[in-house]
């Protein structure tokens, strides 16, 4: 490179390096489970439930109150994420919805990191289909939550 010249493009990894995930799968796995409880959620049937689930046929579990615990949940767990691992998770989000693909993840992961002031947790879950596309962003590095499901982990 001549002197005084500026190096216009951003170094890459080598050719034929995948990228790497930095959030791990386990993590990944959890707000896939959680936001499938979550998105699950219907109307609510009853507003005054009673005290024994029993006698409102565990209903209750479905119907989407304003103090859900499967919504808490999940909104801590992600608030608590570092914020490397935010934006990965929102960068895996986009590569499993089909916005980028694996060859593009440093791009996905640097729009995401500009985009890192906004609140992760609303924008994630308030996502529809968010834990699709995180499944399909985690096949896309060979990961999938099969072990998880099963229990193994």
Same mark, same amino acid.
């Given at each position: 490179m001549a002197i005084g010249k500026?190096?216009?493009?951003?170094p890459t990894a080598p050719v034929g390096t995948p990228p790497s995930l930095e959030i791990s799968p386990e993590k990944v796995c959890f707000v896939i489970f959680k936001a499938r409880e979550f998105h699950a959620k219907v109307e609510v049937v $009853? =507003?005054? =439930?009673? @005290?024994? =689930? @029993?006698?409102?046929?565990?209903?209750?579990?479905?119907?989407?109150? +304003?103090?859900? /615990?499967?919504?808490?949940?999940?909104? $801590?767990?992600?608030?608590?994420? @570092?914020?490397?691992? +935010?934006?990965?998770?929102? /960068?895996?989000?986009?590569? &499993?919805? &089909?916005?980028?693909?694996l060859s593009e993840w440093g791009a996905a992961v640097a729009e995401a990191n500009r985009n890192r002031e906004k609140n992760a947790a609303n924008y994630l879950i308030g996502t529809p289909q968010l834990a699709d596309y995180l499944e399909d962003g985690l096949a896309a590095f &060979? $990961? @999938?939550?099969?072990?998880?499901?099963? &229990?193994?982990?």
């Open positions: 500026r190096r216009t493009t951003r $009853e =507003p005054d =439930p009673g @005290s024994n =689930p @029993s006698d409102e046929d565990v209903r209750v579990v479905l119907e989407d109150y +304003a103090d859900d /615990a499967t919504y808490a949940e999940l909104r $801590e767990f992600i608030d608590d994420l @570092s914020q490397d691992e +935010a934006v990965q998770l929102v /960068a895996l989000t986009w590569l &499993g919805r &089909g916005d980028y693909d &060979g $990961e @999938s939550c099969a072990a998880y499901e099963e &229990g193994r982990l």
